[in-house]
């Protein structure tokens, strides 16, 4: 009779998949955005070795965050059907869509400037020239500023409306009146 050997149990850390690490790195991040790798894989439950065993460097798991926060918010514009809508309602959805990310993820903003953001963020930045183009095609929007300027202006208002909760000079629904109304405004709608 021959003894058979159980199978050998891999470590627990080990069975962690990237997925948790991107998890736990989102919720650390939205509290402290300097987190290190260490913090984060305390977080995750997981050792250092492990979080760079998926990502090489603490650059890539950031990346590797934000394209899935951009990813989840550009479904969300996919799944509202913006272009079923008049361009200024499609508009202010688009805002309430990528504001109600921001609350989410409220520091996340504050961690990466790389040039890779704007690459990051195209789909995103997609929906928005789509609904713009459209509003002046419609006659919805009256502004003859180039539609990549406006791009550009109101997801920087974003980012400002973002700050100001954050100092805490506005309250989240303040400051999120402020962004529909001045995009609509730096639209010429209405």
Known sequence: MSEITPPRRRRADADRSASEILRATKGLLAVQPHASVEEIAVAAGVSRQTVYAHFKTREALIGAVFDEITAEAAAQMDAAQLDRE????????????????LQRYPLLLTVSTSAADGKRHESVFDHLERVLSRGRQSGEFASDLPVPWLVTAIVTLG?????????????????????ARSALLLCGAD
């Open 159 to 179: 980012h400002a409306a973002g700050d100001e909760v954050r100092a805490g000079r506005m309250t989240p629904q303040q400051a999120s009146d402020a962004l």
């Open 86 to 101: 008049p361009a200024v309602d499609a508009l202010l959805h688009l805002l309430d869509i990528s504001w109600r990310t």
